[in-house]
């Protein structure tokens, strides 16, 4: 039963910050297009709470439980798909750092790519889901 319950809230704080990466791109988006101070200035603030109250808090309690999960399921580790998962994990990881850098590049008005350029930056965490989702679901390997 306990595993049960850590793997729910394992898939409630994925989803959670899945939202977060999702929407952080996003934000950049219209950050990079905004002209006035008074704009840029709320985004700002609304790209770093979203970082810090919701991306940050969601990713460690993703890698807490998913690390306890592999502490009580240890034979996943022998399995190749865990290893592509744990691959993309990783990528994902560095992926949240770099919108934590590019948001404090933002906040020091140091921006210097285009909407567009985030337009599609914001299509990486879809492609990481969705071969986690396949990779979890379906094994292949």
């Known amino acids: 039963m306990l595993f049960l319950w850590i793997k729910a809230l394992h898939i409630v704080s994925v989803v959670c910050w899945f939202a977060g990466l999702f929407y952080l791109p996003r934000l950049f988006v219209y950050h990079a297009q905004s ?24 990713m460690i309690a993703t890698l807490a439980f998913g690390i306890w999960l592999m502490s009580l399921t240890p034979g996943f580790l ?25 948001l404090k590049r933002f906040a020091r008005g140091e921006n210097t790519r285009s909407h567009v350029f985030y337009r599609w930056f914001n299509e990486v965490p879809v492609l990481i889901l969705l071969a986690v989702v396949i990779l979890v679901v379906v094994k292949p390997f």
């Open 35 to 58: 002209q006035d101070s008074i704009s840029q200035e709320r985004f700002v603030t609304m790209e770093r709470k979203l970082y810090r109250g919701i991306m940050l808090p969601s």
């Open 78 to 102: 022998n399995q190749g798909w865990m290893h592509a998962k744990l691959t993309l994990v990783i990528l994902l990881i560095g992926y949240h750092h770099m919108c934590g850098a590019q």
